[in-house]
């Protein structure tokens, strides 16, 4: 059973970093690539960042510039590091693959 566990969220200024992580567990990790989506209040998901299972990344609008994906294939986690953090980045930020999700780790940008 694939099991994915956010983490690393939390409040943070305008102008701010945080790191997220998506550990996994119960797949093949290194098969598999793993994508970042958010939930904005009162918003649907929107796509984030993925990186595919050769380490190839791809952005959506809200991480281009800002965002980065990456993993540690010795940990199974994938991670998203978000710079120059905007109040409209304020969401929970989720991770997915294989048709599974995380429950999901919320970021407040608010000074």
């Known amino acids: 059973e694939v099991h994915l566990v956010e983490s690393g969220g939390g409040l943070v200024q305008p102008g701010g970093s945080l790191k997220l992580s998506c550990a996994a567990s119960?797949?093949?990790?290194?098969?598999?690539?793993i994508s970042w989506y958010r939930q904005r209040p009162g918003k649907g998901r929107q796509w984030c960042a993925t990186?595919?299972?050769?380490?190839?990344?791809y952005y959506g609008v809200p991480a281009k510039g800002r965002f980065t994906i990456s993993r540690d294939n010795a940990k199974n986690t994938v991670y998203l590091q978000m710079n120059n953090l905007e109040i409209d980045d304020t969401a929970v930020y989720l991770c997915?693959?294989?048709?599974?999700w995380g429950q999901g780790t919320r970021v407040t940008v608010s000074s």
């Open positions: 997915t693959t294989n048709n599974s």
């Open positions: 990186i595919g299972a050769d380490g190839n990344t």
């Open positions: 119960g797949f093949t990790f290194t098969a598999f690539g």
